[in-house]
């Protein structure tokens, strides 16, 4: 069903218009603030914003309560323009208790909106979250429109005869909270109501507190003299189509099924649970009737030695992992290479090293997937750019691995793989075709030669069960052609080259590098990944003030394209803003002896513009 | 119509062209040439079959059969396996492997596959030694084995392979020896035909590493008193003459005579299908020289098998929800239009 919404909430005070807002909901980890986030998500996209978001969430799941290290946030950046980012600064700050204020109050920016529930301003919360006067009360955020909510109070007054606990009825806030931050920016409570109906379908009473709550927060912000005015954003010119909102891991899943559609393949995933890669296993195991196999391994190795068996009989395969478990695979993955079969490897990068920063993001899996295997073992790297571009991407890296039967990297982060964007939705019958071919049996008097190639240097298909094509493979070097086992000196050296030349070749398929701004100028950034964004929004500005600079943003990190070194060559200086320490800046260095400079940032958040605009105005004349 | 008639092979059929390149001697060609013998009497034709191994000497394995076959990394042969079966319910899938590549390093994935009950052939083979890197002990080793990395001997517990295999839950346990050709391919067979999982320990011996390792169950002089072959629904007998018996006492087995007022009624008869798996591990227990070890099937139970539940609920999903239809997949949920 697909239904269309207009803002339906009559105002009766002043409506100011607005191109662009980013709100954040705060709050205890148990208080609801996701579903909060994700709720005004929908509801903006469906009014036709373009939005973009960014969950952050505590490692623990339930963190001792009221404490800093149990905060939860969604920020929500919607606006009437095509944007990039989930936002910088925050117009308006929902903090549930002291905790959320102390952690969040930062990012408001001046004169914005804060609306506190007062009703958890208790001595107790005060004191866990280190205020010694409850800043509700003195001066100290003074800079800011405050409102103060009795939020607890006031739902659990619209629960009131529910017959809840008092628990239960608390439970409701985030919808009281919710109903607000509908009300200031005339959204319509229709797919929320919706939402509660579906979700509580076996809980009537919890599903009317909650349809109360979020009522009570609405026409709480439309009575009480406290807010004067509320806030319209236009729906967004987006290209014309029809959309939907997608998280990157659900963009992610339906882009393989989709690559095993258009390959007349049915799809093996082996994983074993890490965060933030879970929701993929999650999703695709939802989809039994697309012929989608899922297998929750032991562990990381079992998973994708389970779905290299899978490749080795026929199907697409893949495997998804986050960084600590990308580790472990790495073994299993050489023999990928060595076998020449198709596989994907899906890394959703989070903060390391080892468990490092579980639930953040950063981008510093980069040189593990390039060099983190024993031997000369080349993978071909793509990365995602943004929530909905990973459905593109696990195309792309599907049509790239059965074509030149190599397993394929694709790294997306704990950013994309949480966050969300208008997807455009496509048309199944619109996508290229990806045509496998395997061999159907011997060639009278040849016997069959499973390491023979084509121009890409890519070799044959020989599933089990085809006659006349019985084949061993491993791990041992491979004498070309035939695939014995061979330990000819000249020939590991002639294997190691095809196998460096077999990706190298994919750049023929990838196609040339694209620049956003003039072919050449005073400075070049150049990203990868989740930057994207943050890189894009902040070239724009540059260009916009008038300075020299172009943006390039990497889809394949290896190869790289073609073109790369002649884009490289024809700016004054490049800058790279990373995630990491300078991961991308080695290899481009290395591979075209360019100055880069970097930019680095590795604190489990992604860039702000300004943090870009800022050090590449150092490097502008 | 025409019948298709199948084509009569021979174990010669089910070489491959490659050079076997273990050491003259060594237990594996004897388990190589029973493979090749009950494959050709199973029935199935070559290209649904294939061998999958870890790393160890007796891991190359697949290199010496004609069929299909990989040779993957050390200890995780089972989760490639796992993978194969679960995609192609309609191939055979043996796994080859050591007691150092099955039970060390991939103790964990053997444990698995057999308590999922993957529908797998695995074959053990012991020879207690680490061989392809030349003479470590193995999990398997007898405590104050000395070796190159156990020069004042092994303080490592020895496990039993078969005590193992029946806490996961095995559905089908048995043994052989690799000089005992007609019980090895029996048993081979057996396995190969059980639905679900299926594990055979093969005494193996390493004649380079750990040499006569099972001298006391291979020896024509002493072997009848150190092993006892084991048959459903038969009393435990060995002995050269036959004249000794296991017995329960209690919870306990017993080396008994027979005579003297003990007959064959008073001995522990063997129960394959039992469903508990108490008696299996009883005798998984025994080991010489304080009994004769067993030889035979252990177990032999019927279990729902887990590539066939994965692909049931494939075919069940595309029953009640039909086959997968992206487009509808894409529009469902909540969508808006932008002109
Ligand atoms: C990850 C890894 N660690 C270690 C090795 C070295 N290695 C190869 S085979 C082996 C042990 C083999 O012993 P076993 O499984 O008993 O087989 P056998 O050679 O005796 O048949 C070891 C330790 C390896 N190949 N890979
Ligand atoms: S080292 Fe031992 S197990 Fe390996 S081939 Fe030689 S005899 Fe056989």
């Known amino acids: ?621 | 119509m025409a019948s298709v008639e199948l084509p009569v092979l021979k174990p010669g059929d089910y070489g491959s062209d490659q050079d076997v390149r273990w050491c003259p001697g060594c237990g594996d060609y004897s388990i190589l040439a029973q493979m090749k013998k009950v494959m050709a009497t199973l029935g199935w034709p070559r290209e649904k079959t294939v061998f999958v191994s870890g790393i160890g000497c007796s891991s190359r394995f697949p290199y010496y059969m004609n069929t299909y076959g990989m040779h993957s990394i050390h200890g995780r042969a089972p989760a490639f396996a796992t993978g194969i079966k679960s995609c192609r319910p309609d191939l055979n899938v043996f796994v080859i492997t050591g007691d150092g590549d099955a039970l060390s390093i991939g103790g964990n994935h053997f444990m698995h596959a057999v308590r999922r009950n993957v529908n797998l052939n695995i074959v053990l083979f012991n020879n207690r030694i680490y061989g392809l890197t030349k003479g470590q002990y193995s999990p398997t080793s007898e405590l104050g084995k000395v070796t190159k990395s156990t020069p004042m001997g092994s303080i490592d517990n020895p496990m039993s392979p078969l005590s193992l295999a029946i806490g996961c839950e095995a559905t089908f346990v048995a043994r052989s020896i690799d000089v005992h050709i007609k019980h090895l391919a029996d048993t081979l067979k057996r396995a190969a035909e059980h639905p679900g999982v299926s594990f055979v320990e093969v005494y193996q011996n390493c004649n380079v590493f750990n040499d006569g390792a099972y001298k006391y169950a291979t020896d024509k002089a002493v072997k009848a008193d150190n092993v006892i072959e084991i048959e459903h629904g038969k009393p435990l007998i060995f002995g050269k003459n036959r004249d000794k018996g296991i017995r329960l006492n209690g919870m306990h087995p017993e080396v008994v005579e027979l005579g003297k007022g003990i007959t064959e009624d008073d001995l522990l008869f063997h129960d394959e299908q039992a469903t508990q798996p108490t008696l299996a591990y009883l005798l998984s227990r025994m080991r010489y020289p304080e009994f004769p070890e067993p030889i035979g099937v252990l177990r032999c139970v019927d279990a729902p098998r887990y590539d066939d539940l994965l692909n049931e609920q494939v075919a069940q999903a595309r029953a009640e929800k039909g086959e997968g239809d992206l487009d509808k997949l894409f529009n469902s949920g909540d969508t808006w239009t932008v002109e």
């Open chain 1, 1 to 621: 069903m697909s239904t269309e919404f207009e803002s339906e909430t009559e105002q009766s005070k002043t409506v100011l218009q607005i191109e662009e807002a980013t709100v954040r909901f705060c709050g205890d980890s148990g208080d609801g603030m996701q579903l909060a986030g994700t709720q005004l998500t929908n509801t903006s996209a469906l009014a036709g914003n373009d939005v973009a978001t960014f969950p952050d969430f505590p490692a623990e799941i339930r963190a001792p309560r009221g404490t800093l290290a149990g905060v939860s946030g969604f920020q929500v950046h919607f606006a009437s323009t095509d944007i990039f980012t989930p936002g910088e600064t925050v117009d308006a700050l929902v903090a549930m208790n002291p905790a959320a204020l102390k952690t969040n109050v930062a990012d408001l920016k001046a004169g914005g909106v804060l609306i506190a529930n007062a009703d958890a301003f208790d001595k107790k919360s005060l004191d866990q979250a280190g205020y010694a006067e409850n800043p509700l009360e003195d001066d100290s955020l003074a800079s800011y429109q405050m409102f103060k909510v009795p939020m607890t109070d006031l739902t659990r007054r619209a629960v009131d005869g529910l017959d809840l606990s008092q628990k239960e009825a608390d439970r409701c806030r985030n919808f009281f909270a919710m109903g607000l931050a509908f009300w200031m920016y005339g959204r319509s409570l229709d797919p929320t109501l919706r939402f509660i109906e579906a979700k509580f379908k076996k809980l009537p009473a919890i599903a009317e507190a909650n349809r109360r709550a979020l009522t009570a927060g609405r026409n709480y912000g439309e009575t009480t003299d406290a807010f004067v005015s509320s806030y319209k954003v236009d729906k967004a010119k987006l290209p014309a189509g029809k959309y939907r909102n997608m998280t990157g891991n659900q963009a992610l899943a339906w882009g393989l099924m989709t690559a095993a559609k258009l390959s007349k393949k049915d799809l093996f995933l082996g994983s074993y649970p890490i965060t933030p890669a879970s929701d993929i296993l999650h999703e695709l195991s939802r989809y039994k009737n697309f012929g989608v196999r899922t297998f929750q391994a032991e562990d990381e190795i079992a998973a994708v030695c389970s779905a290299i068996g899978a490749a080795y009989s026929g199907h697409m395969a893949l495997t998804t992992s986050s960084g600590p478990g990308i580790a472990l695979k790495g073994e299993a993955m050489g023999l990928a290479v060595m076998l020449e079969l198709p596989l994907l490897v899906v890394d959703v990068q989070r903060g390391g090293p080892s468990t490092g920063l579980p639930t953040k993001t950063e981008q510093s899996d980069l040189l593990q997937v390039m060099f983190g295997r024993n031997g000369e073992c080349p993978m071909p790297v793509i990365a995602a750019r943004s929530p909905a571009d990973c459905f593109e991407v696990a195309i792309e890296a599907w049509r790239v691995a059965a074509r030149f039967m190599t397993p394929v990297m694709i790294l997306s982060d704990g950013y994309l793989a949480n966050g969300s964007e208008p997807w455009r939705i496509v048309n199944f019958d619109d996508l290229e075709p990806i045509s496998i071919k395997h061999p159907e049996g011997p060639v009278e008097g040849k016997p069959f030669m499973a390491y023979e190639r084509d121009e890409m240097l890519a070799r044959p298909w020989a599933i089990p069960g085809t006659p006349g094509l019985m084949h061993r493979v491993g791990g041992l070097e491979k004498q070309d052609g035939t695939g014995n086992v061979s330990y000819d000196p000249k020939n590991h050296q002639h294997m190691t080259d095809t196998r460096a030349q077999k990706v190298r070749n994919v750049a023929k398929l990838i196609g040339d590098q694209e620049v956003m701004g003039e072919p050449s100028g005073d400075l070049l950034v150049l990203s990868w990944g989740g930057p994207y964004g943050s890189c894009r929004t902040a070239v724009t500005k540059l260009q916009a003030e008038g300075h020299k600079v172009s943006h390039a943003h990497l889809r394949w990190l290896n190869p790289f394209p073609a073109n790369l070194g002649e884009i490289l060559g024809s700016f004054k200086k490049v800058l790279i803003p990373e995630l990491n320490m300078g991961q991308l800046s080695l290899l481009i260095r290395n591979q075209y002896m360019v100055d880069a400079v970097s930019l680095n940032k590795v604190q489990g958040k992604p860039f702000h513009v300004t943090e870009i605009i800022e050090k590449a105005k150092t490097l502008l004349p």
